[in-house]
Nanobody, 120 residues
Framework: QVQLVESGGGLVQPGGSLRLTCSASGTRLSRNDMDWYRQIPGKQREFVARITGGGSTDYADSVKGRFTISRDTANNAVYLQMNSLMIEDTAVYYC??????????????WGQGTQVTVSS
């Protein structure tokens, strides 16, 4: 019903920038809340950023002021612009949404993840 595919990860030096893309297919997600999470091996997956169906955004304190989430409804895509990257940002980044035919039964959908490595 929903497929999410992340892209744009890679190796970048501290202070550099990357833009991640989450491409969705299977259904229109223009009214969905869309999230970015990240996970370091051996640690729990943590919230990074969210954009609501109404366009409001929310960020984890650790990335506030450095990361920007946006969406392109025409292309069914969500982006995460990451600036001033730090070594601590190294993780696998995942796109996430909740979707269902009725609000009472929503399922979680995740992309496969894209690796971001910040290293000198």
């Amino acid at each position: 019903q929903v497929q999410l595919v992340e892209s744009g990860g890679g190796l970048v030096q501290p202070g550099g920038s990357l833009r991640l893309t989450c491409s969705a297919s299977g259904t229109r997600l223009s009214r969905n809340d869309m999230d970015w999470y990240r996970q370091i091996p051996g640690k729990q997956r943590e919230f990074v950023a969210r954009i609501t169906g109404g366009g409001s955004t929310d960020y984890a304190d650790s990335v506030k002021g450095r990361f920007t989430i946006s969406r392109d409804t025409a292309n069914n895509a969500v982006y995460l612009q990451m600036n001033s990257l730090m070594i601590e940002d190294t993780a696998v980044y995942y796109c996430h949404t909740r979707w269902g035919h009725v609000v009472e039964r929503l399922d979680d959908y995740w992309g496969q993840g894209t690796q971001v490595t910040v290293s000198s």
